[in-house]
């Protein structure tokens, strides 16, 4: 994997070309409803469990806002959209991405391609703030979970589905990770629930899913990512892989209070 010094590259051109093929392969979007029970065109781990767990923090009303950091290209927002009638926020590097997310969402829809730390957004405009499997990118993570508290409405609440580093954590310990750290230094209350295990069957599932599809894969000349499925999934082989006993993933829910 390439890692760059300026971090606003890392992983750019790799996430370029991820959702310019999640844009034409229909095997991809049937691999996706195989593994994760719906088509978001995930590069993580957002199932459809996890993304509906969501939805109970959504207020009902006409005037809900939700922000999505690394929205990739929208369906998951959509999909929220879908169920709440929300209006849909989302950034994200990826240019790609975000031009199909703007193609795909028009109505009480606004994407913009940025970068985590630089973008910004007025203060108290979300009742609730998403972000699944980005936040490790944050170059500078208490100036990131601060302007999300800044961009929450009184009451609003952030939603984060979770693991250090890329792929390989550098904890299994939810109240030491980056995440929880400033939590706790900015006094941020929060609720944390270990999917750990749930997340080490979805690699699993992945893994079936892909193999299930590899032939298409070929067939449409996508080779090259269904080698990287193959990659990612690699430790589901061996119990005593070191990834398969480091693993740990966790959903960080907070709440923006003010006294
Ligand atoms: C692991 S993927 C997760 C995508 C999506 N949220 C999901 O659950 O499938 C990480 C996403 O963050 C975006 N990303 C990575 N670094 C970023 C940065 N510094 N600023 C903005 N977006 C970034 C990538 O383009 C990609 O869409």
Known sequence: MRVMNNTKLLFYEEYEQFYKMTEK????ESFCRDAFGQDFSQ??????????????????GKDIHI???????????????????????????????????????QTKADFKQGYIGEIDYPAEQFDLVVSMDTMYFAPDMEKLVQQIIKWLKKDGVLFVGYQEGDVMPKTDNEKTTILA???????????VENITQETYELLKKKR???LLHQRDFEKEGNTD???????????????????????????????????
Request: proline share 2%; with cysteine; glycine share 6%.
């Open 25 to 28: 392969s229909k095997t991809f």
């Open 43 to 60: 590069d993580g781990f957002s199932d459809i469990n996890q993304i509906n767990r969501i939805l109970r923090h959504i207020p009902s």
């Open 67 to 105: 922000l999505d950091i690394g929205c990739g290209n929208g369906k998951m927002l959509g999909y929220l959209q879908n169920k709440t009638n929300a209006y849909i926020h989302g950034f994200d590097y990826s240019e790609n991405a975000i031009d199909t997310a703007k193609r795909l969402f």
């Open 181 to 191: 750290k400033v939590f706790d230094k900015s006094r941020i209350q929060y609720e």
């Open 208 to 210: 079936e899913a892909a």
């Open 225 to 259: 990512w269904f080698d990287m499925l193959m990659l990612q999934t690699d430790c589901v082989t061996d119990p005593y892989d070191v990834f398969a006993q480091r693993m740990a993933r966790y959903i960080y829910i907070a709440r923006k209070e003010i006294n």
